[in-house]
């Protein structure tokens, strides 16, 4: 049988983890957030005061990303995320972290050891992989590639709205100037850079509603598995 891969590529705050969460609903399909691997690691090279030192300690920083003990696990109210068996779920997605897993992101070692623990996730019937290089460089095989956008200021907007939502403290200002930063560091750096897949579909969501969204990627999903 063949397990269907279906990938969501696209910059920070697009709506993506929304998005391929309902996908992944949909089809009854495995998810994985790539995005909670890079935040997942870049914490714990925090945690271990070596965020700055990742060229020095290259040997030591590729073996914790090897073994870095992660667990996803599924509850009715969502998926958990445990590292070292402390519950991280809303931790890794402050901005700071964000910004932690920006820097993993820009080291080929590191995203190379992160290649195999990605490529796990597939499991029948099928996977659903958010992330920035799910199509062009873990998962080219894919059925459907998906490529989901959106201006900055939108993205912007919907972050604040998001970080309120568990809790935490944001400022709209703040927020588009780390997005555009780490847009441009996403975009220009030289390994997996953040880029549609020369077959991807694009979907612009700047001025569409989540439901539209959902439904264009349906469409698009059942052109391709069916
Ligand atoms: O999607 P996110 O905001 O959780 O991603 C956090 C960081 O990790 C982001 O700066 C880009 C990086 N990332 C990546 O380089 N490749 C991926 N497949 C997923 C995320």
């Not at 959106?150 to 907007?157: H, K, L």
């Not at 709205?161 to 220009?188: C, F, H, P, T, V």
Request: glycine content about 6%.
């Amino acid at each position: 049988m063949t397990v269907h891969i279906i990938t969501i590529d696209g910059p920070s705050g697009s709506g993506k983890g929304t998005l391929a969460a309902k996908i992944a609903a949909h089809y009854g399909f495995n998810l994985l957030d790539s995005g909670a691997l890079y935040r997942l690691l870049g914490l714990s090279l925090f945690q271990r005061d070596l965020l700055n030192k990742i060229q020095e300690q290259l040997v030591q920083c590729v073996d914790f990303a090897t073994h870095l003990d992660i667990e996803f696990k599924s509850t009715d109210a969502g998926t958990l995320i445990f590292l070292e068996g402390e519950d991280v779920t809303n931790t890794i997605r402050t901005e700071q972290v964000g910004e932690y897993a920006s820097k993993v992101a820009t080291v080929p070692e590191l995203r190379q050891a992160l290649f195999e623990r990605q490529r796990a996730f597939i499991q029948a019937p099928g996977l659903v992989a958010d992330g920035r290089d799910m199509a062009t460089a873990i998962f080219p095989e894919a059925q459907a590639k998906i490529y989901l956008t959106a201006s900055a200021e939108s993205r912007a907007e919907r972050r604040v709205k998001q970080l309120q939502g568990i809790g935490l403290d944001a400022k709209i200002s703040d927020i588009l100037s780390n997005i555009q930063a780490r847009d441009k560091r996403d975009m220009e750096r030289t390994v997996a850079p953040l880029k549609p897949a020369e077959d991807a579909y694009i979907i612009d969501s700047s001025t569409i509603g989540i439901n539209e969204v959902f439904q264009l990627m349906v469409d698009y999903i059942n052109s391709r598995i069916n």
